[in-house]
């Protein structure tokens, strides 16, 4: 059950990041100038992207472990990947303080900030803060949240000081990161540059362990299909009360190619992943219809969830620009504001 943090663990957060704006971090770094601050396990290391050198949005993203930086990793090469920009927005993982416009605020954010005392005035000017979540809607934090982003912007605090007495150049463009380290048995802050662990987005194989289900899907007569498989964003807040917060689930989607129409589309729980729901949705096809003689994917996430699927059952896996099918009925859907 989702718990509230009190006016006093909100006045704390706000103090914190009050006095992070001050610095005007955005005037060193920009958005892929990672800053990295490690206080056990590396695997555990947040990571924090300093918003606004353009001018356009202030803010702070704190990445919490490796999982954090991978959908990081996600919106930096979201063209790359062939994602829209939605779907790496939607799929993030992170905390985030904005300094934006009233207008952009909810009624519970400006409430929080008028009984904290705070006032703000002007563009780019009013605090905010977001949870992000894959499979729900961008939304305010919980008390855990709101606990957890104060240490985090704390931390930060405490590398900005480091970085800058010691006039550091750190290399970013070429993979590294500014690293601030607690070492546990000199209990002793150290800090300097150090690689990233990964640059790029980390796609994770589908592996079905069932045999029975694979020596069923090898033996799968074939058909003459040719389908399209992507995943979508629903791009909408639904609210539930079996959810602590509204949900904004990943759609997948099946299409035939060749006539254009959308086969089947499911809208999962949120905590569910879309991918294993899309390989379910190409082993119904199979048993039912046969085998597709080709399935078209539009990036490596979805054909690296369909990849065993197609091997077993000797299907071609093309990799497209685009699905046309399947891009006419997203289309439709943001027509009718689903």
Known sequence: MRKEASLEQWGG?????????ARKPWEKFCDMDLIGVRNGAAEDTVFFSILGQGGDCYGIVVYEGYEGLNRYMMLAMQDRLNFSMD???????????????????????????KDLGYAYRGKNQWLYFLSYEPGYWPYDLNQE???????HLQDLEMALQYYDQADMQVDFESGNMFLLSFDQKKETWSFGEEPLPFVGYQIRDLIITDEE????????PKCDAVLEADLSVLGASVTDK???????????????????????????????????????????FIFYNGSPKEIQVSNDVVGAGLAQICEVCKIKLRRVNSLPGLESFKQGMERFGM
């Open 242 to 284: 079996k959810y602590d917060r509204p949900a904004n689930p990943a759609l997948p989607l099946l299409g035939d190619a060749l006539s254009g129409m959308i086969l089947k589309f499911e809208m999962p729980e949120p905590e569910e992943d879309p991918l294993v729901s899309l390989a379910e949705m190409v082993i119904g």
């Open 213 to 220: 289900l694979l020596s069923d899907l090898a033996k799968a």
């Open 145 to 151: 949240e709101v606990l957890r982003m104060n240490g």
């Open 13 to 21: 957060l706000y103090e914190v990041a009050t006095r992070l704006k």
């Open 87 to 113: 779907f790496a927005m939607y799929n993030q993982k992170n905390l985030t303080c904005y300094w934006g416009n009233r207008d952009e605020l909810t009624n519970k954010q400006r409430k929080v900030i």
